[in-house]
């Protein structure tokens, strides 16, 4: 077994405290639910003690102690100075020999999978992301489109670093924690090619009345970061629960979305991604079929049903989706 290295397959939502909350998750789909056919791209978890690690070489977390000894919040000139050092302390330790040898191995490892230098997408995953007093989620970098063993290397180190943005050590000052008390994993997992297709977010009510009977899956063209972060207007399906579940096809609402933008690869200088802009014509067009919508709300009920059993209560969820065009 890997010392820095836990694949999806072999974690649940017991390993939060090494792998953070984004990558037990996807442990615990892969591991419970790929069983009943539900495709969850594969992929492996970059541990916290590699983070820990990192911090050990070259002086870097007594650096930091030091750096954030004597922090103003209200000093945003400080602030921005005090953010920029960190993540630059980091960058220079650079990963240590081990952990780049781990890395490198299990991205060669998926490539066996999924062909030579496989396209991934690398995920913070913190590992106090989801406790009830604070969310740290979404507040770490994601790199798209990254292939190759330099280039995820680099987007790791990058994933690292970005502990230290100026809005995470904001919120940990906030929110009462040592700037040195989080700890982060980055989760490397293969790449859906919605770029080619659709993508988007189900959630297992409706979210604007509560209403728990109901699935609503929004859509758009492209990667899907463009619908989590609010920046195009998604194609809406609402889906009927109790008669899916009965084998009916009960959509009870399809709502074309104006879908202004199509986020896709590109390998132009050191962007991966860039965004396009959708013709008139395909965003009159609804972004999945009846089928499509019907599917991804069966398995959102399975996903559903399977964390309300772990929590032993009703665990509504929302869930990232993407089409491989």
């Not at 005090?82 to 980091?90: P, W």
């Not at 009870?252 to 986020?263: A, D, E, F, H, V």
């Not at 079929?289 to 019907?294: H, R």
Request: aromatic share 8%; proline share 4%; hydrophobic share 40%.
């Amino acid at each position: 077994m890997s010392k820095y290295i836990r694949w999806f397959k072999d974690l649940t939502l017991q390993d939060v405290s090494l792998v953070g909350g984004k990558n037990a998750s996807l442990g615990e789909l892969t591991r419970s639910l790929t069983e009943k056919d539900i495709n969850i791209p594969d992929g492996f978890a970059i541990t916290a003690d590699a983070y820990t690690a990192l911090l050990d070489s070259h002086g870097v977390a007594d650096a930091l102690r030091k750096l954030f000894g004597d922090i103003d919040k209200e000093d945003v000139g400080q602030l921005n100075l005090k953010a920029q050092e960190a993540r630059s302390l980091i960058k220079r330790a650079g990963l240590p020999a081990e952990i780049q040898e781990e890395i490198r191995l299990s991205y060669q490892q998926l490539g066996f999978k999924y062909g030579p230098n496989p396209d991934v997408a690398v995920r913070s995953s913190a590992t106090a992301e989801d406790l009830p007093e604070a969310s740290f989620a979404g507040q770490q970098e994601s790199f798209l489109n990254i292939r190759g063993e330099g280039a995820l290397l680099e987007a790791c180190l990058n994933c690292f670093a970005s502990l230290f943005t100026e809005r995470a050590i904001s919120y940990r000052i906030d929110k009462g924690f040592d700037q040195m008390s989080v700890r982060l994993s980055v989760g490397v997992q293969k790449m859906v090619r919605s770029d080619l297709a659709s993508a988007g977010v189900i959630f297992t009510l409706d979210t604007e009345s509560g209403f728990k009977d109901v699935v609503l899956i929004t859509s758009a063209y492209g990667l899907g970061e463009n619908v989590v972060g609010g920046r195009v207007d998604p194609d809406e399906f609402l889906v009927f629960k109790p008669t899916l579940k009965t084998g009916f096809k009960p959509i009870l609402k399809k709502k074309t979305g104006n879908k202004q933008y199509r986020l896709v690869y590109t390998g132009h200088g050191s962007r991966t991604t860039v965004n396009v802009n959708v013709p008139p014509e395909e965003r009159e067009q609804l972004s999945l079929t009846d089928e499509e919508v019907l599917l991804l709300s069966r398995w959102a009920c399975l996903i559903e049903e399977h964390y309300s059993k772990i929590h032993g209560r009703p665990t509504p969820m929302d869930i990232e989706w993407a089409k491989d065009g």
